[in-house]
């Protein structure tokens, strides 16, 4: 079974490579999955440019949903039989899983969904010990299901 990675979209100042080796996004993701599993995996962005900042205090970007849905439509035939993985809220909702962060889900469309939080930089998330044991966890267990 494959494995594929889904993220946002590109930074503002990065590559329109997916989750491009260049982002704080890809090199830490990339760092909790190890080389292993980084070559067996294929990674996607659900955006194709850089949506904008949100222009609040929280510092986040703007999350066009619109756009991203009809963007997941056209990702979904090479989905099938994969395990998805979906980094953070906003790519949850563009594929319209509900689930809390590494809750394993069917996906009515014939693929398997879990989402995790979004490795950002700006995700505070990430600067708790514990979380990042979890995350561990999960990698570990993934590795186990895509062999």
């Given amino acids: 079974m494959g494995v594929i990675f889904v993220g946002q ?24 999955i190890g080389p292993r599993l980084e070559k067996r995996a294929e990674f996607v962005n659900v955006l194709n440019e850089y949506p904008g900042h949100s222009g609040d205090d929280r510092g986040g970007d703007r999350w066009p ?3 991203a849905r009809e963007s997941v439509t056209k990702l979904i035939p090479d989905l099938r039989g ?12 563009a594929f319209r899983v509900k689930t809390e962060f590494f809750e394993w889900s069917s ?7 879990v989402v995790i939080p979004h490795p950002s930089g700006v995700n505070r998330w990430w600067n708790v010990p514990r979380n990042v044991r979890l995350v561990k966890k999960f990698v570990i267990l993934l590795r186990r299901v895509v062999g």
């Fill in 107 to 113: 996906h009515p469309e014939g693929f398997e969904t």
């Fill in 65 to 67: 949903v619109a756009k």
């Fill in 82 to 93: 994969k395990v998805v993985v979906l980094l953070g809220s906003h790519v949850a909702t």
């Fill in 9 to 32: 979209a590109p930074g503002r100042t990065v590559s329109t490579e997916a989750l491009g080796r260049d982002s704080f996004s890809g090199r830490r993701l990339r760092k909790i």
